[in-house]
């Protein structure tokens, strides 16, 4: 029995978990039946998210793990602790992305940022996968959902560091829906299009509304821009759709955001 999952759960894995979606897809699945771990960085966040948990939905909920997605050693030692704490992990969530709040040019862009962002954006997803797929092929059922953006359907100007890894992990989720579907695996790729109302984004674009006078756009949110929790409920219904209507590619966005200029 797994000591940290002692009535063995189902088990989900939110790798880049921070607030924002992240964290409302885990409260998601919690509510769900599930048990989570959450994989990320910086700890005072990881420890805020898993006793915001607890604290509305009991112990034995969610569990935290100090990840650098840029080293495959890392990853690896943690779904190791993971399966030995909670169990095999059923769902994998990546949801890791890095990116420049203002873009720069590729000539502006240094080598170290390219490097560092697309480890996180696309390296991550290729390791994590293949930690978690040995138990998902054993059990013959698995689903993995990636997180994609605008950028990974197309390259704008100043997001040389951003969009090429975004590219990647849409190419990788194909080819796990390629490789493994018929086993069993359910992979997706869910491409958030446009701003997340999170506390980056979302902060930053109130603050812009509020600068420039643009009131009716602060009293109509939930038409500009995604709520995490909707959101999450996305993530959900991607992993429940019966074998007979996976879906693989699903794109979202706010009713007032733009589609056809970003396709």
């Known amino acids: 029995m797994p000591p940290f999952n002692p009535s063995s759960k189902p088990v989900l894995a939110?790798?880049?978990a921070g607030p924002g979606i992240g964290e409302a897809v885990a409260r998601k699945?919690?509510?769900?039946?599930f048990t989570v771990a959450l994989l990320a960085r910086t700890e005072t966040k990881l420890q805020e998210m898993v006793s915001s948990i607890a604290s509305d939905f009991g112990s034995h909920t969610a569990k935290y793990y100090i990840t650098d997605l840029r080293v495959e050693s890392d990853i690896i030692k943690t779904f190791a602790s993971i399966k030995q704490d909670l169990g095999p992990v059923n769902v994998l969530v990546y949801n890791a992305g890095a990116r420049r709040v203002n873009g720069r040019s590729i000539l502006d862009t240094s080598s170290e940022e390219f490097e560092n962002f697309t480890k996180i954006n696309l390296f991550g997803a290729f390791w994590s996968v293949k930690c978690v797929l040995p138990d998902m092929l054993a059990a013959g059922k698995g689903t993995c959902i990636f997180t994609g953006a605008t950028g990974s359907l197309r390259g704008s100007p100043g997001l040389s560091?951003?969009?090429?890894?975004?590219?990647?992990l849409r190419s990788l989720a194909q080819i796990v829906t390629r490789e493994?579907?018929?086993k069993g695996i359910h992979a997706a790729h869910l491409v958030v299009d446009?701003?997340?109302?999170?506390?980056?984004?979302?902060?930053?674009?109130r603050r812009k509304w509020e600068r420039e006078g643009e009131k009716e756009k602060l009293g109509e949110v939930e038409m500009r821009?995604?709520?995490p929790t909707d959101l999450a409920g996305i993530y959900w219904f991607v992993?429940?759709?019966?074998?007979s209507t996976w879906t693989?590619?699903?794109?979202?966005?706010?009713?007032?955001?733009?589609m056809f200029s970003k396709l």
């Not at 699945?29 to 039946?33: A, M, P, Q, R, Y």
């Not at 560091?161 to 990647?168: E, M, T």
């Not at 992993?239 to 074998?243: A, D, E, K, S």
Request: charged content about 20%; overall charge negative.
């Open 29 to 33: 699945f919690v509510s769900e039946g």
């Open 180 to 182: 493994y579907q018929e």
């Open 248 to 258: 693989h590619e699903l794109d979202v966005r706010a009713q007032k955001e733009g």
């Open 194 to 205: 446009g701003p997340v109302d999170g506390k980056l984004i979302g902060g930053v674009t």
């Open 161 to 168: 560091s951003f969009s090429p890894g975004k590219f990647g």
């Open 239 to 243: 992993h429940t759709q019966p074998r």
């Open 14 to 16: 939110v790798v880049g």
């Open 225 to 227: 821009l995604m709520q």
